[in-house]
């Protein structure tokens, strides 16, 4: 792009509304990017999903295209870690609601929903006690004939070699 073109409009949230098919790690950090360059202060994304789905890689993402500082990894022990904004952007919280037994629990978590992108992973039976609109972000994994099985107790390395290859079905929604 050169001085005399205007920037392209950022396309809205909205433009991700319906079903992705996600080929690897490296996509779904790229969908968190593209994604994240969407959001806005205020903005609450639910991510729900098995473990090892993908909702930290999107995550890094979304982190990515806000700039912020920090390593983002799973808040798995520490239930909810702050990225600060390293420019004028807003700062991204990163929640892992797993262990949260209330919606009063999320809220004594003290977050500025108002001011901060929140990212939550395990939080759609309490998002409604903290935003009257969010984003929910549903990716399941291992799906489209890898012959995993792990309902019958399939275990072993390879197993999980197998089923971080396989693509996910990510499905982008805007609740209520």
Same mark, same amino acid.
């Given at each position: 792009?050169?001085?005399?073109? %205007?920037?392209? %409009?950022? %396309?809205?949230? *909205?433009?991700?509304?319906?079903?992705h098919e996600?080929?690897?790690? /490296?996509?779904?950090?790229?969908?968190?990017?593209?994604?994240?360059?969407?959001?806005?202060?205020?903005?609450? =994304?639910?991510?729900?999903?098995?473990?090892?789905?993908?909702?930290? #890689?999107? #995550?890094?993402?979304?982190?990515?295209?806000? !700039?912020?500082?920090? +390593?983002?990894?799973?808040?798995?022990? =520490?239930?909810? +870690?702050?990225?600060?904004?390293?420019?004028?952007?807003? /700062?991204?919280?990163? =929640?892992?609601?797993?262990?949260?037994g209330t !919606?009063?629990?999320?809220? !004594?978590?003290?977050?500025?929903? /108002?001011?901060?992108?929140?990212?939550?992973?395990?939080?759609?039976?309490?998002?409604?006690?903290?935003?009257?609109?969010?984003?929910?972000?549903?990716? !399941?994994?291992?799906?489209?004939?890898?012959?995993?099985?792990?309902?019958?107790? #399939?275990?072993?390395?390879? =197993?999980?070699?197998?089923? *971080?290859?396989?693509?996910?079905?990510? +499905?982008?929604?805007?609740?209520?």
């Amino acid at each position: 792009m050169n001085a005399t073109q %205007p920037a392209l %409009p950022t %396309p809205g949230l *909205d433009a991700f509304v319906g079903e992705h098919e996600i080929a690897d790690p /490296a996509a779904m950090e790229e969908l968190g990017r593209r994604f994240g360059a969407a959001l806005r202060p205020g903005d609450l =994304v639910v991510l729900t999903g098995p473990l090892g789905a993908g909702k930290t #890689t999107l #995550t890094r993402g979304i982190a990515a295209s806000l !700039d912020v500082r920090g +390593r983002v990894q799973s808040p798995t022990f =520490v239930i909810a +870690r702050t990225h600060p904004a390293l420019g004028d952007g807003p /700062a991204l919280v990163h =929640v892992d609601a797993y262990r949260l037994g209330t !919606d009063g629990e999320l809220d !004594d978590l003290d977050i500025d929903f /108002a001011h901060s992108v929140v990212v939550a992973e395990w939080a759609a039976p309490f998002a409604a006690a903290v935003a009257d609109t969010w984003w929910e972000v549903e990716i !399941d994994r291992g799906w489209s004939g890898t012959g995993l099985d792990t309902a019958c107790g #399939t275990a072993g390395p390879h =197993v999980a070699d197998m089923e *971080d290859a396989a693509p996910r079905r990510v +499905r982008v929604s805007r609740r209520p």
